[in-house]
């Protein structure tokens, strides 16, 4: 709802006529102060400050009423020709100007004669001028801090010597609009902002906790039940070795059995036997004595590689394995909770 300060010391425009330029105009002042009717309820218009005379001569203030007038480009244009001043805008209006109001700067007390401050700005609706609340402050540094009273125009009793007069209920009533009771309220946004950022921030803190320490519970038990069970494999190698059966083995029986067991008197008779290399002859062409048969060597057993080292390597990529796959979860966790705290 617009106030009488968003219009007071604004530029009045009025049409010139122009043959080049439709839109021609010419200045007729500034806003200078707000009138209400007699009964106080309703803006009727503004007087208009005139610039001087050659810079010294003063010239009266010119009555616009409030419905001959649009906002343009840097300021307001008076749209109602003459009817939109002075005594033909009175007559025009209805009003009687000898008992129309200033309520802007008049000082408010109640009816029991408690001073409130004086009136500060006015809310009006723009299209009949119906006055809504008058803003009643003390004019001073507490006012811009702690505000001003909102008093509804249904309070306003009148005036008497100089005072709006208002009903005993407004001085119950609470400043409203100043810095301090806008920083108040930035202030209270931004703590309950900032606490629902916090609550929301480590709900996903703990979060990532519960997900990073569940991943890092559940891989440490992986690596122990691996651990345990190459440990339980190894053992059960170890304890039962299979018998493996040697190859390349051959066994006979001896040749010329009991030969080595005779007696001296039986060597004696014996004439000693000679030998000479195969395939040569004799000085009588005989054929060359046969070699005896000797005895059939022994190919020496293969040995097997024990099963146990095989396990034990096997165990050992495994443990590894769950190693590498932990200081993965230490990974996972750290990301969860990076991105929880941002």
Same mark, same amino acid.
């Given at each position: 709802?617009?106030?009488?300060s968003d219009l007071v010391g604004r530029k009045v425009f009025r049409p010139k006529p122009?043959?080049?330029?439709?839109?021609?105009?010419?200045?007729?002042?500034?806003?200078?102060?707000?009138?209400?009717?007699?009964?106080?309820?309703?803006?009727? !218009?503004?007087?208009?400050?005139?610039?001087?005379?050659? !810079? *010294?001569?003063?010239?009266?203030?010119?009555?616009?009423?409030?419905?001959?007038?649009?906002?343009?480009?840097?300021?307001?244009?008076?749209?109602?020709?003459?009817?939109?001043?002075?005594?033909?805008?009175?007559?025009?209006?209805?009003?009687?100007?000898?008992?129309?109001? *200033?309520?802007?700067?008049?000082?408010?007390?109640?009816?029991? /004669?408690?001073?409130?401050?004086?009136?500060?700005?006015?809310?009006?609706?723009?299209?009949?001028?119906?006055?809504?609340?008058?803003?009643?402050?003390?004019?001073?540094?507490?006012?811009?801090?702690?505000?001003?009273?909102?008093?509804?125009?249904?309070?306003?009793?009148?005036?008497?010597?100089?005072?709006?007069?208002?009903?005993?209920?407004?001085?119950?009533?609470?400043?409203?609009?100043?810095?301090?009771?806008?920083?108040?309220?930035?202030?209270?946004?931004?703590?309950?902002?900032?606490?629902?950022?916090?609550?929301?921030?480590?709900?996903?803190?703990?979060?990532?906790?519960?997900?990073?320490?569940?991943?890092?519970?559940?891989?440490?038990?992986?690596?122990?039940?691996?651990?345990?069970? $190459?440990?339980?494999?190894?053992?059960?190698?170890?304890?039962?070795?299979?018998?493996?059966?040697?190859?390349?083995?051959?066994?006979?029986?001896?040749?010329?059995?009991?030969?080595?067991?005779?007696?001296?008197?039986?060597?004696?008779?014996?004439?000693?036997?000679?030998?000479?290399?195969?395939?040569?002859?004799?000085? /009588?062409?005989?054929?060359?004595?046969?070699?005896?048969?000797?005895? $059939?060597?022994?190919?020496?057993?293969?040995?097997?590689?024990?099963?146990?080292?095989?396990? !034990?390597?096997?165990?050992?990529?495994?443990?590894?394995?769950?190693? !590498?796959?932990?200081?993965? *979860?230490?990974?996972?966790? *750290?990301?969860?909770?990076?991105?929880?705290?941002?």
């Amino acid at each position: 709802m617009p106030k009488v300060s968003d219009l007071v010391g604004r530029k009045v425009f009025r049409p010139k006529p122009s043959r080049r330029a439709q839109d021609a105009r010419s200045r007729l002042g500034k806003v200078h102060m707000a009138v209400f009717s007699p009964g106080g309820s309703r803006l009727v !218009g503004f007087t208009v400050k005139q610039p001087d005379v050659a !810079g *010294m001569v003063r010239r009266p203030d010119l009555f616009v009423a409030l419905d001959s007038w649009r906002p343009t480009e840097g300021g307001l244009l008076v749209t109602n020709g003459k009817d939109s001043y002075d005594e033909r805008a009175r007559s025009r209006l209805g009003i009687d100007w000898d008992r129309c109001i *200033m309520w802007t700067g008049m000082d408010a007390r109640t009816v029991s /004669g408690r001073t409130l401050g004086y009136v500060s700005d006015v809310e009006f609706d723009s299209q009949t001028g119906s006055v809504s609340s008058f803003l009643v402050g003390d004019g001073s540094v507490a006012q811009s801090l702690v505000g001003s009273i909102a008093v509804p125009s249904a309070m306003v009793r009148g005036h008497e010597d100089g005072f709006m007069v208002v009903d005993n209920a407004a001085a119950q009533l609470r400043p409203t609009g100043g810095a301090a009771a806008a920083a108040g309220e930035a202030s209270a946004k931004a703590r309950v902002q900032g606490a629902k950022a916090a609550r929301g921030a480590g709900k996903a803190a703990s979060s990532a906790v519960d997900r990073g320490s569940h991943a890092l519970g559940r891989a440490l038990g992986k690596a122990k039940r691996a651990l345990e069970d $190459a440990s339980a494999d190894e053992g059960e190698v170890q304890g039962q070795l299979p018998a493996t059966a040697a190859q390349n083995v051959n066994v006979g029986e001896p040749q010329a059995s009991g030969r080595l067991h005779r007696s001296s008197e039986e060597r004696a008779g014996e004439s000693p036997r000679t030998y000479r290399p195969a395939g040569s002859a004799t000085r /009588g062409g005989s054929a060359p004595a046969e070699k005896p048969a000797t005895k $059939a060597k022994k190919a020496p057993a293969r040995k097997v590689a024990p099963q146990s080292g095989g396990q !034990g390597l096997d165990a050992a990529r495994v443990v590894g394995r769950q190693l !590498g796959r932990t200081k993965g *979860m230490f990974g996972s966790f *750290m990301d969860e909770y990076k991105k929880a705290s941002k």
